[in-house]
């Protein structure tokens, strides 16, 4: 949890982007977690227990393997996966629930909220849930129960509730919704597991120093595997969070290309996608000022993607500074080319992504022309596949 | 000056209290809202909120959710809220008009709301951003246009005086940790603060939230300035819209008056 810069500032924004837009109720429950956060995260217990639970129960470090047949495909440069699908549970999403469970333990917090979109981060809460022994209700689209049916049923087996949101779009972006609401009225012994780098300060920034276990990480495995940094880590974005993870230990590391992956759904120029940062503008959306899908009168745009974990129409704030000041680069891919990239890699490298992350493999095609035989390009492997069976094998017509 | 400064300056010197009726603009449709605005205003309601549709409503129930959802469905903007108030005020030039919303879509119509043709809006509610601020801080600059302010339950001592200060309309005090529309009231817990808030306040304090029924505004308007229905006329709304049937409301809503007075 080293700090690489000193954003965000007090007010909780990154450059103009960030902040705290929530209703009143929930301005006491923000300034506790700040400062509770900021008590613990520079003290060596709670580091320790941190790293403890990370090697112990995730099952951390993550191995930066060598993805020699998908090297080979290309034909320039080297081709280098952090293995976060390794991690315990199949995501990074545990990285950020391992770190913000222990805070609720130290606030004495009864019960445990989430709100998900693939499942992972719903799975993950009830993972560090159960092993507490706290309540906790995991609130999902209704669309992405259909679609994530395999993690619906793993959060219910570890002993939370899940809620399926019905209104709006039924995804990602009500089921965030949900949670606030249900966190608005349960505020006093509920805390709130946000799933990415996303809504009101301090919620960017804690998620951002949780998952940056795997920059911090990479830095190391670079060092010790091929001797310098990377030429570009390649991640892909919903929220934003195993992209920041990966992305922050690097931000004064220059020689490293930082570059993030949206979802394009039917294509950018269809507006049917999931790319705010590609083709969105600023506005306010679950506590934060950043980068988002909206139209003309100001309201919130219908998302779309394959991948129910970048089906959301807003992006960290962080994600949003990055963009202006031009530090990280952000492309999209589409439906198709992330389709196309899951079976690839399946069949390349004997690794089956989850289609999030098949969105940052996809990009290859195109980035791996621009770099010669020397460099060291590393796609961080947010999470498995395994959910995401049932949706692939629809698209290809077959049933299982 | 400002009618809502004005209006709850005239209650107060009568010894009354307020009455404050929500509905959702565009719900069932734009020119309904019309209609439903001079019944509340000849049934009783002092000052009229109107809720501005927005996709993504964190701070209301169910009940309210589904009114927003159903004003979007018509293609409700703040574009056609100020239209439409603007025929309203050809009625009616008393009554005050308070905007309740998000703030993108206040941010997205920074012109509309600096203009404010008229002075046809009195006052704006952002749901979404914390009581010491207003839309002035997020660059809207707005002309006789006042603020109101929500304090919560959970807000603490030091930003209640804060808050409170920043409110030129009036405070809004949310009655309960909740969405609007939900149950829960304290009514001891809800003394004390709104008796804190009065220390620090030069404006009215107002309660709403979770009044359901005649005896919650009763309860609550001995203890406030006045108080906030919104879900259970926005249901009754819901109800009518098929046959277009509001005489329900009118009388509900002259009922609260009366027991409030
Ligand atoms: C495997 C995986 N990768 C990526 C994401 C997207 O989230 P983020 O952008 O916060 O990393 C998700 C979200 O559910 C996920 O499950």
Redesign the interface.
Known sequence: MESNNNLPDKNGFFGEYGG??????????L?ELENTYNKLKDSNEFKKQFYKDLSEFVGRPSPLYFAERLTKHYGTGSIWLKREDLNHTGAHKINNTIGQILLAKYMGKKRIIAETGAGQHGVATATVAARLGLECHIYMGAEDVQRQSLNVYRIKLLGAKVHSVD??SATL??AL?EA??DW?????DTYYIIGSVTGPHPYPMIVRDFNSVVGEELIDQSKELFNTMPDAIVACVGGGSNAMGAFYPFININQTRLIGVEAAGNGLQTGEHAAPLNDGSP?????ALSY?M?D?????KATKSVSAGLDYPGVGPEHSWLKDSGRAEYVAVDDDEALEAFHQVSELEGIIPALETAHAFAYLETLMKEFDDKSNIIVNVSGRGDKDINTVAEIDGIKI | MNRLTRKLSEIKSNNKKALVGYLVAGDPDIETTVELMKLFSSSGVDIIEIGVP??????E??II?KAH?RA?KKDT???SIFEMIEKYREFDDETPLVLMG????????KKLIENNENNAVDSILV?????ELNLGDYGVKSNNINTI????????KD?VKL?AENSTGFVYY?TL???TG?SNLNIDEIKKNIKEIKRHASVPTLAGFGIKSIEDAKLLADCSDGVIIGSSLVQMIEQGSEKKEFDRIGKYISEIKKAIS
């Open positions: 705290k837009f929530v209703p009143e109720t929930l301005m006491y429950a300034d209104s709006g972006k009500d919704n606030l609401r608005v009225t349960n505020v006093d506005g306010v959306l679950h506590g988002l909206q003309e009168a100001g309201q919130v | 927005f996709t993504d409503p964190i701070a129930g169910p959710q959802d979007l903007s703040l574009i998000y703030l993108n879509t206040f941010i997205y119509h749901v979404d951003i914390p009581g302010s929500l304090i919560s339950p959970t807000t603490k930003r808050i949310v940790r909740g969405v939900s």
